[in-house]
Structure formats: structure tokens, C-alpha cells
């Protein structure tokens, strides 16, 4: 009898296997034989590193651009595709065929090319009050018009906003990348994407962090405060290898008995900055006791200790990464080299500061 159980086990196990094999192959008939019908209408999809197939999947199918994800899932499995799925944003097309997508974000098959289509690149650490004036240098004249309108005063539903606070612009959250949109994009389809965009980076950052504390920041601060020392680390920093110490010293100072003011430079130039200059380079004195919420130097409306109330520009996901995880250490100043590395000096004490002030400031 034990005998017969094992063998009926056994059969059992050999159709269920059997079956899934006849499914996995029709599954990957039906995607090879039916027919791309591409529309020209652009879809960015953001695609996670280690993103899961079937998360992969859910996102193409709420994007329209399938409409079966085992079906998805079960041409990726025939075709052994999975190992080849790359982390980044993919521009795709309405109306491609699973196959085609696959190859698409498995990068064994060339961009197809979309008519009247063009490819914006918005750099790290540009302002939200930039980006109109890339929009239309890129032909996205219609999106450039009315991007600023829609990224202040949109209704966006993203889990990662839930800690902006009420009235906040977007400022932060408009991922830098390369897209691609047809010429007709309005600002809507242009934001929707950098936003999706974010949300796939946002979560990579946070896989960083180890389980017991994901999705927080150090010092008890929420993710919205962590964007907003990004943004900061992301126009202080010129070399990736300062970033984790830049974001240690912020969170030093906050944490400071009494908290020190952040005094970053970035967050003054955000203060006087304007379309003339959205980036002042050399800072004045009259600059940096300007009352303003975002200069953090000691001044009436930003009291010691106190970031900035937003982000000041689009961080990257290497500057976010940083202020979800900053180094371990007890420094409160940093001074750039100006030896062309891009990297800073950092000191524990005045007296360190001042040292390498003389050291590299010094003509």
C-alpha cells in the first residue's frame, strides 16, 4: 500500500509538472504569435534591482501594456529571461507584444524607435524650477508650459508622499533620469513618470537599509526629513565616496546637544537663487544672514538646528542611499579639497576645521 501512495504521489507530481510545461509553452506561444501592434504612445517603466517577476509583471499590467501577467511570467520562465531583467527606466510603447517587451528590458533588443518621440535628460541637483527650460530645450514645449502649475498644486496619490507636508511641492521627488516622450506630452505624463520613476528608485534605497529599520531615517527623523538631507548631500557632494560622511555630519549636528545649525551652503543658494542664477556660487555675507526658512545658518526664520522645510533639488538614488545610511562617525564639519578630486576634508572639533580651512582655502 505504501508503495501504491508513493507511485500515485509520484504520477501526480509528473502531470502537475507536465501540465505546467503545456501551459508555460502555450503561454509562450501565444505571446511569440501575436502580433505587435505598437501605437507611439510612450509608457516609462521603472524596474527595481532584484525586482521580482511577478512585481515586474503587476506594474506592466496597471501600465496597460499586458493584460495576463502569468501569462508574462510564464513566457519570462520558458525563455529563462529573469536573470537577464536590468534595473533602470525603460520607455515602451503601447501595443508591443510580451516578447518584444521582454527584450526590451532584458536589453537584447534594440530601442524600437517611436516617431515624433524625443529624450529629455534631467540632471541630479537641478531645482524643480529648472526642469521647464529642459522640457523645452528637449521640444516638450506644451509639458514645459505648465510643469511648474502641476508639480505645486497636482493631486498625486504615492505611498512615498505621505509624510510632505500639506501645501509642499514636489520639489525632491522628480526623479533625474532620462525619459522619453512623444512631443505632445503634457506635464501630467511627464511628472507621472518621474514619479513612478521615484518610487522604483525609492524602494531600492530603502532595500538598503536592514529590515529592523527600514523605511526610517536616523535620529528619529521620517522619510521626507532623509529626502531633504539628500537633496543637500547632492549639491555638496562632488565625489561619491564623501557622500555617506556629508550625510553623517548633518545628522551629527541635528542630533548635537544643543543642536548645531546644518550651515550648508546649498540650502542658501536655494534661498537666494533665481532664474538669472539658480545656483550662486560665491555666497556673501548679506547671503547667508538672509532670513529665510531654507538658509540654515543662524537667522530669524530658521531657528539652530533646523532643516530646511523641503528638499532643494532632485537628488540621486546614490545620494539617497547615503541619507538612509550614513557613515558612522562623529564629524561636524567638512571643507572641499579644491584639488579637482571633488572630495572634502572633514573635522571632529573647530579647531580640525580651522586647520584644514588654512589647508585647502588658503591661496
Not at 504520477?11 to 504569435?33: F, M, N
Not at 546644518?262 to 556660487?281: C, F, H, I, R, S
Request: charged letters at 20%; one cysteine or more.
Amino acid at each position: 500500500m505504501r508503495f501504491l501512495i508513493q507511485a500515485i504521489k509520484i504520477g501526480a507530481i509528473v502531470v502537475l509538472a507536465g501540465l505546467t510545461l503545456v501551459g508555460a509553452r502555450a503561454a509562450y506561444d501565444y505571446a511569440k504569435g501575436t502580433a505587435a501592434k505598437p501605437t507611439g504612445q510612450i509608457v516609462n517603466v521603472s524596474i527595481a534591482k532584484n525586482e521580482s517577476v511577478a512585481s515586474i509583471g503587476n506594474d506592466l499590467k496597471a501600465k496597460g501594456m499586458i493584460t495576463d501577467v502569468n501569462i508574462f511570467r510564464a513566457y519570462v520562465f520558458v525563455n529563462q529571461k529573469a536573470k537577464l531583467f536590468q534595473e533602470g527606466t525603460f520607455s515602451l510603447q503601447k501595443g508591443m507584444s510580451i516578447g518584444q517587451i521582454v527584450n526590451r528590458i532584458s536589453g537584447t533588443e534594440v530601442v524600437i524607435i517611436v516617431p515624433n518621440a524625443v529624450s529629455v535628460r534631467i540632471p541630479e541637483g537641478v531645482r524643480m524650477e529648472q526642469i521647464p527650460s529642459i522640457l523645452r530645450d528637449a521640444g516638450l514645449g506644451t509639458a514645459g508650459a505648465d510643469f511648474l502649475n502641476a508639480a505645486k498644486k497636482g493631486t498625486w496619490s504615492y505611498d512615498f508622499l505621505k509624510d510632505r507636508p500639506q501645501g509642499a511641492s514636489l520639489e525632491g521627488f522628480l526623479f533625474p533620469d532620462t525619459y522619453q516622450f512623444t512631443v505632445d506630452a503634457d506635464a501630467n505624463t511627464v511628472i507621472k513618470a518621474m514619479l513612478d520613476n521615484f518610487q522604483t528608485r525609492w524602494k531600492t534605497a530603502l532595500d538598503t537599509q536592514p529590515a529592523p529599520t527600514r523605511g526610517s531615517a536616523p535620529g528619529g527623523l521620517n522619510t521626507y526629513q532623509a529626502l531633504i538631507i539628500a537633496s543637500i548631500v547632492e549639491r555638496e557632494a562632488g565625489s561619491d565616496t564623501d557622500r555617506g560622511d556629508i550625510a553623517s555630519v548633518y545628522y551629527n549636528r541635528l542630533k548635537a546637544k544643543p543642536p548645531l545649525p546644518l550651515q550648508a551652503d546649498p540650502t542658501v543658494q536655494y534661498a537666494v537663487g533665481n532664474e538669472a542664477q539658480w545656483w550662486k556660487k560665491d555666497l556673501t555675507q548679506n547671503d547667508l544672514n538672509t532670513a529665510n526658512a531654507y538658509n540654515t545658518y543662524p537667522n530669524p526664520a530658521n531657528k539652530t538646528g533646523a532643516l530646511s522645510p523641503t528638499p532643494i533639488c532632485s537628488p540621486s538614488l546614490k545620494s539617497i542611499i547615503a541619507a538612509l545610511n550614513p557613515s558612522n562617525t562623529d564629524f561636524l564639519f567638512f571643507v572641499a579639497k579644491n584639488d579637482g578630486s571633488g572630495t572634502h576634508a572633514f573635522a571632529k572639533t573647530d579647531a580640525e576645521q580651522e586647520a584644514n580651512k588654512r589647508k585647502y582655502l588658503t591661496p
